[in-house]
């Protein structure tokens, strides 16, 4: 993959993604324009690469830190050719009535608005520069697929792809390729805000033994899909969306293979409905 040189602005570079991602990246000649709010972790990170690196600390949220992001790669090299729109937040594990509209707006705020004005700012780049490269954001299997929590971490990245769509529609008559990956459970820092409790951080190898693979997947592995998306290699792809998720996605739970019939519903139910399964009304 032919990437010596490229510029390439990864966000929540800091994250267990983004890192792996920029590490496999800076392997392969890229120079990198790295992007997180923990400044601390991506001055350490910056540390360890084997390339010249710009960091920015800021919010992909906020639409001047996105700008001031890609400005500080054009400042250091001259322009910005690739981007992994890495960063996002998986919000709490709280039960659809209780979702504040606060804790919702946050999650979408960085997950969705961020995506979009990533986007939005690589193709300013790209036509201020007279040419750009690719796009891979990173969706997730909850893009594809629903569960009862996570309800703003689904819904954002649904909305993820509605973006990666209408920018793949966009980029392909200027040569421009966007595509997302959607991983499955890979444990990162990423679930540990999420809580501790089913679903969170703590069981993910667990569930994760469900998948057609039976185990989790690594960080590098996603970064090995993104770097293949970022480069030339992929070179007819665009408006994909590529799960690496273990085979998850491609499970049918109604049939024997698939786990049918071999859990018990009433556990669920009850944690969904609590009222109902003491014997209340809900009001």
Same mark, same amino acid.
């Given at each position: 993959?032919?990437?010596?040189?490229?510029?390439?602005?990864?966000?929540?570079?800091?994250?267990?993604?983004?890192?792996?991602?920029?590490?496999? @990246?800076?392997?392969?000649?890229?120079?990198?324009?790295?992007?997180?709010?923990?400044?601390?972790?991506?001055?350490? *990170?910056?540390?360890?690469?084997?390339? !010249?690196?710009?960091?920015?600390?800021?919010?992909?949220?906020?639409? =001047?830190?996105?700008?001031?992001?890609? +400005?500080?790669?054009?400042?250091?090299?001259?322009?910005?050719? @690739?981007?992994?729109?890495?960063?996002?937040?998986?919000? $709490?594990?709280?039960?659809?009535?209780? /979702? =504040?509209? #606060?804790?919702?707006?946050?999650?979408?705020?960085?997950?969705?608005?961020?995506?979009? *004005?990533?986007?939005?700012?690589?193709?300013?780049?790209?036509?201020?520069?007279?040419?750009?490269? &690719?796009?891979?954001?990173? #969706?997730?299997?909850?893009? /594809?697929?629903?569960?009862?929590?996570?309800?703003?971490?689904?819904?954002?990245?649904?909305?993820?792809?509605?973006?990666?769509?209408? &920018?793949?529609?966009?980029?392909?008559?200027?040569?421009?390729?966007?595509?997302?990956?959607? $991983?499955?459970?890979?444990?990162?820092?990423?679930?540990?805000?999420?809580?501790?409790? $089913?679903?969170?951080?703590?069981?993910?190898?667990?569930?994760?033994?469900?998948? $057609? *693979?039976?185990?989790?997947?690594? #960080?590098?592995?996603?970064?090995?899909?993104?770097?293949?998306? *970022?480069?030339?290699?992929?070179?007819? /792809?665009?408006?994909?969306?590529?799960?690496?998720?273990?085979?998850? =996605?491609?499970? =049918?739970?109604?049939?024997?293979?698939?786990?049918?019939?071999?859990?018990?519903?009433?556990?669920? !139910? +009850?944690?969904?409905?609590?009222?109902?399964?003491?014997?209340?009304?809900?009001?």
């Amino acid at each position: 993959m032919d990437l010596d040189g490229k510029v390439t602005l990864v966000t929540g570079a800091a994250g267990g993604i983004g890192s792996a991602t920029a590490r496999r @990246l800076a392997g392969l000649g890229a120079r990198l324009v790295l992007m997180d709010t923990d400044g601390d972790r991506l001055a350490a *990170l910056a540390a360890q690469l084997p390339t !010249d690196t710009v960091r920015h600390v800021g919010d992909v949220a906020d639409e =001047s830190d996105v700008d001031a992001a890609v +400005a500080a790669g054009v400042a250091a090299f001259g322009r910005v050719d @690739l981007h992994h729109l890495n960063a996002g937040v998986p919000g $709490p594990l709280t039960r659809l009535p209780e /979702l =504040s509209v #606060a804790e919702f707006d946050r999650v979408v705020g960085i997950n969705l608005r961020g995506a979009f *004005l990533g986007v939005r700012e690589a193709f300013r780049q790209y036509e201020r520069q007279g040419g750009g490269g &690719a796009i891979v954001l990173t #969706a997730s299997i909850a893009s /594809l697929r629903g569960s009862d929590d996570l309800l703003a971490y689904q819904a954002s990245k649904h909305g993820v792809l509605g973006v990666l769509r209408g &920018a793949a529609l966009y980029g392909g008559p200027i040569g421009v390729r966007v595509n997302a990956v959607a $991983p499955g459970i890979v444990p990162t820092a990423l679930f540990t805000e999420s809580g501790s409790g $089913p679903g969170g951080g703590d069981d993910m190898a667990r569930r994760a033994a469900t998948t $057609p *693979l039976r185990r989790p997947g690594t #960080a590098e592995e996603i970064a090995s899909v993104v770097t293949f998306l *970022l480069s030339a290699d992929a070179g007819y /792809l665009t408006g994909e969306v590529i799960s690496v998720d273990g085979g998850a =996605s491609a499970v =049918s739970i109604v049939r024997p293979s698939g786990g049918a019939g071999a859990w018990d519903t009433a556990p669920v !139910d +009850a944690r969904l409905h609590p009222a109902t399964h003491r014997g209340e009304e809900i009001a």
